[in-house]
């Protein structure tokens, strides 16, 4: 597939925006995607990088935990953590539950230590949007702890957002 932009190299950068539901693509080559800011960093593909955690090898104990985690099927799928540990790929999204307290030591080892996707920000993005996104989180981490009537957390919270909304203005 060839470059969107330039038509002439390659496209090995595909970036997949949703934006109010709507789904646009982009297939650009390297250099294409470094002058829209997209910023190019050599990534590894998931499968590969899986396959490279599984190398080391680790125990049964340490990837199964017990005889019945060994045993433990997808009820979707029918994937078992025995070809899961052959084929480094997961066979559909509920994997993941399934499978979560053998993959967890997975994705920590994978992800330095943490878990939870926080999305990617482009590393030339304007400093106020950086601000915005972070004014976005916090608020929907202050929607979560009301939901969760945590009202210390939300009571910090509302005071972080009143502060950087101040700031930003």
Do not use: W
């Not at 045993?71 to 084929?87: A, I, V």
């Amino acid at each position: 597939m060839q470059c969107q932009i330039c038509n002439k190299t390659e496209a090995t950068i595909h970036v997949t925006e949703i934006v109010n539901g709507q789904r646009a693509e982009m297939h650009l080559c390297p250099q294409c995607a470094e002058q829209q800011g997209i910023a190019v960093k050599s990534q590894m593909p998931i499968n590969e990088l899986l396959s490279n955690l599984l190398a080391v090898q680790p125990t049964d104990s340490e990837l199964f935990g017990s005889t019945s985690e060994k045993e433990l099927s997808c009820p979707k799928c029918g994937l078992t953590l025995e070809q899961f540990r052959k084929q480094a790929a997961l066979g559909c999204p509920d994997d993941y539950k399934v499978f979560e307290k053998s993959l967890l030591p997975l994705i920590k080892k994978a992800h330095n230590g943490k878990t939870n996707h926080c999305g990617k920000i482009p590393s030339k993005m304007p400093a106020d949007t950086k601000k915005e996104m972070e004014l976005s989180n916090m608020q929907q981490q202050l929607d979560a702890a009301i939901k969760k009537e945590d009202y210390e957390l939300a009571a910090k919270l509302r005071d972080k957002i009143s502060v950087k909304s101040k700031v930003q203005k």
